[in-house]
């Protein structure tokens, strides 16, 4: 698979995951913006939200410091900011687990420095592209460095300019990701194999997310169904 | 007030360690065996999450997030492609709460 040399070039799967992107990242933008207007009421300075944007780059990581941020540096809350962002973006261990198949075995550390531009939906796309034998790390960073540039852009307007957009949702755009997760699902069904992991997942995280405050549901639910579905492969295999 | 050594600190720290889970990840897994158990584990990871994603947002919400997910399902299942498939999730569920809500 990733032995193989790639029959495409690099220009044409960037621009092809630029492209692809685009949909979500109007999405990702309106957020963006949101999120700009937020960090000047919570007091971040436009450097600081430069810096954040450009440096941490992960949407709700951003969103979650807001609540913690203080306008007073003497009284800012440095430990929990940092741990806060440790536990809300623990779910991106799973997420990159799964383009190990982009790189070669000598590409690793190359491609370590690269998950940086990684983010919930150009992962999607990427591994969606993966599952029909596409995808390639041409592709992955189109749409990265497409959402990085915009994700800087619209933060920085909602903090300078503020916005006509108060709450996303009310255009129905906080759909937006849950529509284009669904889409990219149903596209990887290769058969009764995906059936198990899916529900253990689905059924994990509907229960986790009830439970546990914040963003855990992804990852209990990405862990218990992947697993389930490695058991169910193995069963199935003694089984004949 | 341009910034502050607290908050330069908060910032780096917190690109830190979220540059640590994003790499770790891929460095974890080239660890991993690429045959076996282990990479089976890993091949049903994306559709683990995404199911993941998806469902909490259909049963916390109201029918609108419902009907929407099956009207996306049903317009990506037609037309294999992704952006008719959201912007149908989209604006359905743009009327619907707008129809619900009243």
Redesign the interface.
């Known amino acids: 698979m990733s032995t193989l040399a790639a029959p495409y070039r690099f220009s044409d799967q960037f621009f092809a995951g630029a492209r ?1 992107c685009i ?2 990242v109007i999405s990702v933008a309106a957020y963006g913006v949101v999120w700009g207007v937020l960090a000047r009421g919570a007091g ?2 436009l ?2 939200v430069v ?2 944007s450009g ?4 949407g709700s ?1 951003q969103f979650v ?1 807001l609540d913690l941020w203080t306008a007073t ?2 009284s ?1 809350p ?1 430990g929990p ?2 741990l806060a ?2 536990i809300v ?12 198949p982009l ?1 070669r ?1 000598d590409q ?1 550390w190359k ?3 690269m ?2 531009i ?1 983010s ?1 939906e150009t992962w ?1 796309m990427t ?2 592209e ?2 029909k034998g596409r995808g390639t790390i041409g592709f992955l960073l189109g749409g990265g460095v497409l959402a990085y540039c915009c994700w800087m852009a619209t933060t920085v307007i909602g903090h300078t300019l503020g916005s006509a957009i108060d709450d996303p949702s009310k ?3 906080d ?14 069904w290769k058969g009764k194999g ?1 059936l198990v ?10 229960v986790s ?2 439970l546990i405050e914040g963003s855990w ?2 990852l ?11 058991v169910a ?2 069963l199935r295999k003694n089984a004949d | ?19 640590m ?10 660890r991993l065996p690429r045959d076996g ?1 282990a990479a ?21 919400g109201s029918p609108a ?1 419902a009907i ?2 099956a009207v ?2 049903l317009v ?2 037609i037309t ?1 492609s ?2 008719p ?10 009327l619907a ?1 707008l129809w619900l809500v009243g």
Request: glycine share 8%; charged share 10%; net charge positive.
């Open positions: 692809a949909p979500v971040l300075s450097i600081e810096l954040m440096l941490v780059f992960a990581a410091a540096p003497s800012l440095i900011l940092i962002a440790l973006n623990l779910r991106y261990l799973l997420l990159t687990a799964t383009l190990r790189f075995p690793q491609g370590a420095l998950m940086g990684v919930d999607a591994v969606g993966m599952a255009y129905g755009l759909f937006a990701f849950t529509a284009t997760f669904l889409a990219l699902l149903l596209g990887m995906d992991p899916w529900l253990v997942a689905a059924l994990a995280a509907m997310a009830r549901y992804i209990i639910g990405g862990i218990v169904g992947s697993l389930a579905g490695a492969e193995r | 007030m341009l910034t502050s050594p607290e908050a330069l600190m908060a910032i780096a720290g917190m690109a830190l360690v979220t540059f889970v994003k790499a770790g990840g891929l460095l974890l897994a080239n158990f089976a584990w890993l091949r049903h990871i994306p559709g683990a999450v995404l199911a993941s994603l998806v469902a909490p947002a259909l049963v916390t997030e929407a997910a996306t399902a990506y299942v294999r992704l952006l498939a959201m912007a149908a999730g989209v604006l359905v569920v743009y709460r």
